[in-house]
């Protein structure tokens, strides 16, 4: 029989168990930024650096893995478990009206970072429609990330 096609290569996306030390996200564990929020037994919380609102923080595994399936269930869940904790809070501490929450998996699914797997927990305020983008202002936002980080330590 002539074979008409040959298979599709995989390409394979290489993961080590050892973490790339050029992770963003990975190097947040070590805290030199001061914006670590809460460390967990699977996960942990860090405020985003460019946020779309104030509060906006970011939930990853502390291992380096890109996919929320292939995190085993007690990760997946402590995950879960930490944006209820931080929701919680950000209602009864900020005022907090509303929430947006997800994931952007893979650079298909406009992850900016794509190789470490982060849920996002944004609090909402009637009001805040504008959104602001604050790319380019970090350094202005510092200080406001670090003192809200202070601010959602009091969570947990
Ligand atoms: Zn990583």
């Known amino acids: 029989?002539?074979?008409?096609?040959?298979?599709?290569?995989?390409e394979y996306i290489k993961r080590t168990d050892t973490p790339p030390s050029d992770c963003i996200l990975c190097n947040k564990?070590?805290?030199?930024?001061?914006?670590?929020?809460?460390?967990?037994?699977?996960?942990?919380?860090?405020?985003?650096?460019?946020?779309?609102n104030n509060g906006h923080v970011m939930i990853s595994p502390i291992h380096h893995i890109s996919g929320f399936d292939?995190?085993?269930?007690?990760?997946?869940?402590e995950i879960m478990n930490l944006a209820t904790t931080l929701m919680r809070?950000?209602?009864?501490?900020?005022?907090?009206?509303?929430?947006?929450?997800?994931?952007n998996i893979g650079k298909a699914g406009g992850a900016g970072i794509d190789e470490h797997f982060h849920f996002h927990v944004v609090p909402r305020w009637n009001g805040?429609?504008?959104?602001?983008?604050?790319?380019?202002?970090?350094?202005?936002?510092?200080?406001g990330l670090k003192e809200t980080c202070e601010l959602l330590k009091k969570a947990f």
Do not use: I
Not at 128 to 143: A, I, L, S
């Open 70 to 77: 292939e995190l085993p269930v007690e990760t997946q869940t």
């Open 128 to 143: 805040d429609t504008n959104f602001m983008p604050v790319v380019g202002h970090t350094k202005v936002q510092v200080d």
């Open 29 to 52: 564990l070590d805290d030199a930024d001061g914006l670590l929020v809460h460390k967990g037994e699977r996960a942990y919380v860090m405020m985003n650096l460019y946020p779309y």
């Open 1 to 10: 029989m002539e074979q008409l096609w040959a298979p599709w290569r995989m």
């Open 89 to 103: 809070f950000m209602r009864n501490e900020m005022n907090a009206e509303g929430f947006n929450m997800g994931a």
